[in-house]
């Protein structure tokens, strides 16, 4: 199983793979740089060496690059949206650079232009910073709680994103607790088998390359996003057994993003999971 949890930069890129290494799993996700501003150090190269080498004698099976926060390519305000697609080449070139595997994205809101126009804004954006960036890195739309007036929380809206885009360029990532909120019942067999279905019928499940595998602390459908610990949230330890064993599911990418608080961190959250593989 190919199995990791999102690690700080703090320190240096390389420091990423240490602390990966010391939670002994054999996948990661990182920032390639602040993800709350829009300038980000340049790497500098010993620090990427270093990163390559580690990553290599490490073994690592995958390798995952999540983009800043505040890229936009759903805004209907043009400065902001050049500003997004300046940005979102930047986080290409950077996880190119690093040798990443998937560089993960989530849409965007529309603020106000609607659904339709906030999709095209995506979908343009999308094919010229492809046709510009020529990407090594796989991009992952990521799926969202649909809070606001956030795009994607539901798969027929991410895959309209990706219109007239070679499905080698473009996939899925699918986080667990954005589904759940979003309206998708992992808790229950039915719910998971909708989804994986909907993903399949669309972008393909080949298409889906990582799953943040989180639980909710939020309720069903009720578009929060409150990532929780595994097995302790509404989604629960059944909906965690029937994902990380599903036939489907084997080759993925499954990554934490849980809180670290009094009730758990990372060692026990991977701990919950390895604990349901059978
Ligand atoms: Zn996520
Ligand atoms: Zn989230």
Redesign the pocket.
């Known amino acids: 199983m190919k199995l990791g949890a999102h690690v700080s930069i703090a320190g240096g890129i390389d420091k990423a793979v240490d602390r990966a290494k010391d939670l002994e799993t054999n996948a990661f996700q990182i920032f390639a740089k602040n993800p709350r501003g829009w300038k980000g150090k340049t790497l500098k190269e010993e620090e990427v060496e270093l990163f390559k080498t580690k990553v290599k004698d490490e073994m690592f099976e995958a390798v995952v690059v999540h983009v800043n926060y505040l890229i936009n390519l759903a805004t209907p305000k043009d400065e902001l949206y050049q500003k997004s697609k300046d940005a979102l080449k930047d986080d290409i070139k950077r996880a190119d650079c690093l040798n990443a595997d998937y560089l993960v994205l989530h849409p965007g809101n529309h603020t106000g232009s609607g659904i339709e126009a906030g999709i095209n804004r995506i979908n343009q954006a999308l094919k010229e910073v492809i046709a510009e960036a020529n990407p090594k890195v796989k991009l992952l739309l990521e799926n969202?709680?649909g809070a606001g007036t956030e795009i994607g929380a539901n798969i027929e809206e991410l895959f309209k994103m990706r219109v007239g885009i070679q499905s080698g360029k473009v996939g899925v990532c699918l986080?667990t607790?954005?589904a759940f909120a979003a309206g998708y019942d992992l808790s229950e067999k039915e719910g998971l088998i909708k989804l994986l279905n909907e993903i399949d019928e669309t972008f393909g499940i080949d298409n889906l390359e990582v799953i943040?595998t989180?639980d909710s602390k939020g309720e069903l459908g009720n578009n929060t996003?409150?990532?929780y610990h595994i097995g302790q949230g509404k989604i629960g330890v059944d909906g965690f057994k029937r994902l990380v064993n599903h036939s489907n599911l084997h080759d993925k990418v499954f990554i934490i993003?849980t809180p670290i608080d009094e009730n758990g961190n990372d060692e026990f959250n991977l701990k919950q999971i390895e604990n349901l593989v059978e």
């Open positions: 969202v709680a986080d607790c954005h943040h989180n996003d409150r990532h993003e």
